[in-house]
């Protein structure tokens, strides 16, 4: 009997307590690569908002997010996850720093290198467009079809690399370039939405950018051809462009590039390593 009561009266209290302290809730997982140019994926509950260095970011109705690290990244990164609860996690990363390579570009034509006034022109109405196709943010999650590469062959450029074109210092790298024929297929890395099917713009040539949600997206520059057309859904391995030398370029080649809210990010770290040619 008084074992009885003393099993009723525990039960009552674990019941009171679980009452007192409200739901249990999951813990908050990343994974990924921390390191410049690096993306993670995390694992929250459900409804909790997560903020990145003080920038909330869009989580899934099921709880998945993502966080970029830039090509110039500080050591660390802050996430903090407000839970439906009213409870807060906060958990900082530690974001590997990278050494970059310079690479050195030579017969360029001046224009490519040195715009003029009307290029200059041309130049902001390609970034307006392109910032705009990547301005999309939605719940769709096309990066979890996973990362194949979209052409396989000789890395001709890396992401990140400090870029000196006829002699002059200019902007990095912030793409990995694969050295292809002209007419060599193009496939989608991940599944997507075409948010941007330009024929010609003055630097990257005939573009296309792809977005896998969240504010995560692929451009493919100096294309021959593209094969979709804005508004398009692609899955992963569809073909979607041609390999080209459209734009300011020394031969043929793809350049992969992607973008995650401000950061760029190195799609080389997505991928498999590069099967051997």
Known sequence: MARKMIKQASTHLLAL?????????????????????GL????????????????AVRVSADGIFLVGFGRDHPKQSKVVIAYPDGSRETQTIKVAQREYKIQRINNLPKRKVTPNKADLKRI???????????????????????????????ISGVYGSQRILNGKPRRPHFGVDIARPTGTPVKAPADGVVTLAHPDMFFSGATLIIDHGHKLSSSFLHLSKIRVKVGDKVKQGDVVAEVGATGRVTGAHLDWRMNYYQHRIDPQLLVPPMPEQ
């Open 17 to 37: 307590t679980l009452l007192v302290a409200g739901p249990i809730w999951a813990k908050t997982t990343l994974s990924g690569k921390a390191i410049q140019g």
């Open 40 to 55: 993670m994926t995390g694992q929250t509950t459900p409804g909790a908002k997560v903020s990145v260095d003080g920038d």
């Open 124 to 154: 902001r109405d390609d970034s307006a467009q392109a910032k705009k196709a990547r301005s999309q943010d939605d719940d769709r999650q096309g990066f979890r079809s996973g990362w194949i590469w979209p052409v396989e062959g000789p």
